[in-house]
């Protein structure tokens, strides 16, 4: 398990610490809480961005192609 911080989590996202400190008071990324400490274990960092991608249809990418 790789711990990091919120600035660091905000440097590999390139986001502004804020932005990472609102998602975890509105849960909407894992993170670890150590005391008052908020770190993230990359992996699950990494999973989590990944089942945030959205994929792109046959038709999408038509339709792209065309403009």
């Known amino acids: 398990m790789r711990l990091i911080t919120v600035e660091e989590l905000a440097k590999y996202l390139n986001l502004n ?8 008071e509105q849960k ?3 993170f670890i809480k150590i005391g008052r400490m908020v770190r993230f274990d990359l992996i699950e960092i990494e999973e989590w961005l990944t ?11 038509i339709h792209a192609s065309k403009n």
Do not use: C, G, L, Q
Request: hydrophobic share 25%; charged share 30%; proline share 9%.
């Open 28 to 30: 909407k990324i894992p």
């Open 51 to 61: 089942s945030k991608k959205t994929e792109i249809t046959e038709e999408e990418t």
């Open 17 to 24: 610490p804020h932005t990472i400190y609102m998602w975890t």
